[in-house]
């Protein structure tokens, strides 16, 4: 994990991209920590969240379940899962996502998360829980039905078929779909626009 301001936007940057940006326990409480420092950087209105490499996030460190040592091992990593989840939906700084490549399970949360969800030409959605044998973590079966409706979303999430940008946009998943070399140039974009308004307006509406 990499976080780094350009101009007035912060970067939080997922690097772990020989695993598709898989996240693991460690980069679950990293995020946290880069979180809070981007949430309090005076000069930085807005803050992106995206992938190294050419994927957004495959979704969590499947091979890590092998580590699990009981029932509660379980819970703790579900819990890990929903507090990083909790901790980009509630930032009072408006977050961008730009997703290439993979968006798999909890990489589904987190874009989901995000205010604002730029969606690369390349990219490729899938909730992916019940393939292996997983319930949906990370407050999808919250978040997922408020952008996309219940019945969608829980069509979706059964059946575990990917999807791609332009149905994502259809949807209600994404906000956009971007050409994906422009994916960068656009969040930065965004993220001009966003510093030129009130910040204390744009917390109170993202309270709200």
């Known amino acids: 994990m990499r976080l780094e301001r350009r101009d007035s936007v912060a970067w939080i940057v997922f690097e772990r991209p020989e ?15 880069l979180l809070a420092e981007a949430e309090a950087d005076a000069d930085a209105a807005a803050i992106v969240v995206a992938g190294a490499g050419e994927h957004f996030c495959g979704g969590g460190d499947i091979a890590s379940l092998a580590e699990l040592g009981d029932a509660w091992d379980g819970r ?9 989840v909790s901790g980009v939906l509630h930032a009072e700084k408006p977050t961008i996502a730009i997703a290439r490549g993979s968006v798999v399970g909890l990489g589904v949360s987190l874009f989901c998360a ?15 829980f019940p393939g292996v044998g997983l319930i949906p973590d990370g407050g999808l079966l919250y978040l997922l039905p408020r952008l996309i409706g219940w019945g969608r979303a829980r069509d979706w999430m059964l059946l575990g078929r990917p999807i791609d940008a332009p149905a994502a946009v259809a949807w209600g998943l994404a906000s956009e779909a971007v050409a994906s070399g422009s994916l960068a140039a656009r969040a930065a ?12 307006a744009l917390a109170q509406t993202k309270a709200g």
């Not at 703790?76 to 990083?84: E, I, K, P």
């Not at 965004?190 to 009130?198: F, H, K, M």
Request: hydrophobic content about 45%; overall charge neutral.
């Open 19 to 33: 695993a598709r940006n898989a996240m693991t326990l460690e980069m679950r409480a990293r995020l946290l920590e």
């Open 76 to 84: 703790t990593r579900t819990a890990t899962a929903g507090a990083l």
């Open 114 to 128: 995000c205010d604002l969800r730029l969606a690369g030409e390349d990219a490729r959605f899938q909730a992916g």
């Open 189 to 200: 974009e965004i993220g001009e626009r966003l510093a030129g308004l009130s910040a204390q």
